[in-house]
């Protein structure tokens, strides 16, 4: 009544950046914070609040932004879900006993073409030329590369670490900024806001990577990549690309021994696919030396499950540490099937590129590439060609949306054992010939 800042704020059914879960907003004249029913309280004191910002994001829908200083750098904290009526006890509350003024930002909803581009601490904000109308915020920490396209030399992309929560969720993944043909004046911009976010999106060096693996070299996509886990991705950086993948596009993991005993194949099985360009790649294939010693010393998280100082052969850390961040554990080929020479997957070529297509409990899949997993009850029929003349037979695979995939070259030692593993799998057309005549 007297124009005196409330000695404290409550606000209910929020919702925070990163979370599904509705948390319940408070601060006082020392400490500001929220609790949420999954992952509990979170606060910070108020004197370490640098900024506060406060935007509309839908029909009587606001935001708060606060950029907090930590030991750990600039965390910003964006919670949605006030009413505009929230603003001036907010804004009186802070500027009392925080000494930091709340400000208003205005968006614009109009289409633009051209934007001015302003980078600060935690975000790169695009604004409309001439004024302080916000077109759209960045966080730098999604940014996982910039690149410029080479068919494209006017334009410049930037990759984003999505942010998804439910499966069917739609994320921006990338955006592309060009310079219109005719505008060849304003490349020098273009290359300048380039460089620039090229200095910036690297990652900050208070995340800390739980663990980190040099010289991985990957068949799909190609490369040889520095591979870092974070609680909740994992980010490959190479020489022409870098990525992020959430732990929950990761669907499955196998690890499949190769033939030569000198390696394995580490696969993973991801949705939604990672982007390359215009390419998507549902799985990832990493070729893994089973002489190759690693020892790492991992960052302590007291949710992971790994020692301080992981130690062993590559092929047997790396899937050891995916395990224990993704929650996944690396599958590897049924022991009910063997070939004539004791494998547990038979040579033979897909689509021109020879390869190893392994027999697991529940699928086929063919390794390198292109990787093809393909799901026993997913299969309308098998059909053996060829196995009348020559050394070797094809595998024909058809699923029951009529796709058919081939695996040929197959030697015709491994016949039977192929045979009937799928028949016991209960797989059409993989019965023996005399039940076939029989049926028939």
């Known amino acids: 009544r007297f124009g005196l800042a409330a000695m ?37 004191q108020g004197s370490q609040l640098l900024r506060a910002e406060w935007a509309s994001v839908g029909p009587q829908k606001c935001m708060l932004a606060l950029t907090v200083n930590t030991t750990k750098g600039l965390v910003v904290h964006r919670l949605a879900g006030f009413a505009p ?24 909803s109009a289409g633009r073409s051209w934007f001015t581009a302003a980078i600060r601490d935690d975000l790169v904000r695009l604004v409309v030329p001439g004024t302080e109308d916000i077109i759209a915020d960045i966080d730098k920490r999604k940014i996982t590369n910039v690149v410029e396209p080479p ?3 006017h334009e410049t992309v930037i990759k984003l670490e999505g942010e998804r929560l439910h499966d069917d969720d739609d994320v921006v993944t990338e955006l592309r900024f060009c310079v219109p043909p005719g505008r060849q004046e304003f490349l020098h911009h273009m290359a300048e806001f380039k460089d620039t976010l090229e200095g910036e999106y690297v990652v900050d060096e208070a ?37 992020a993948v959430e732990y929950g ?66 092929a047997e850390v790396l899937p050891r540490v995916f395990k224990s961040l993704s929650g996944h554990a690396a599958v590897g080929p ?31 899949l063919f390794v390198n590439r292109p990787c093809c997993v393909i799901r026993y009850k997913d299969i309308k029929e098998v059909e053996f ?56």
């Open 8 to 44: 404290s704020l409550s606000f209910g059914n929020l919702r925070i950046s990163g979370s599904e879960t509705p948390v319940h907003f408070k601060c006082d004249t020392k400490q500001i914070g929220w609790r949420d029913i999954n992952k509990g309280v979170s606060s910070f």
């Open 85 to 108: 009526s929230n603003e001036g006890s907010i804004r009186s509350h802070f500027s009392s006993h925080f000494k930091v003024n709340l400000t208003t930002l205005k968006s614009s």
């Open 334 to 364: 049924a022991a009910g099937f063997a070939s004539s020479n004791g494998f547990h997957c038979v040579n033979c070529a897909h689509k021109t590129f020879e390869g190893h297509l392994y027999f697991l409990d529940d699928c086929l």
């Open 151 to 153: 068919e494209a030399p």
């Open 249 to 314: 596009q990761v669907r499955r993991l196998f690890l499949l021994p190769k033939p030569d005993g000198k390696s394995v194949a580490f696969v993973l099985i991801l949705n939604p696919p990672l982007m390359q360009g215009k390419t998507e790649y549902s799985q990832l294939v990493l070729p893994l030396e089973t002489s190759r010693p690693v020892s790492i010393v991992t960052a302590g998280d007291k949710n992971v499950d790994l020692q301080a100082k992981e130690e062993g052969e590559l």
């Open 385 to 440: 060609q060829r196995i009348d003349s020559g050394r070797t037979f094809d595998l024909v695979v058809v699923t029951k949306i009529g796709l058919e995939n081939q695996f040929s070259a197959i030697e015709k030692t491994d016949l039977d054992a192929v045979r009937n593993f799928l028949n016991s799998k209960q797989v059409g057309g993989a019965e023996p010939p005399a039940k076939q005549a029989r049926t028939e």
């Open 207 to 243: 995340q800390v990577p739980i663990a980190r693996f040099t010289d991985i070299t990957l068949v799909l996509p190609r490369g040889k990549f520095e591979v870092q886990l974070f609680g909740t991705n994992f980010r490959m950086h190479g020489k022409s690309a870098s990525h």
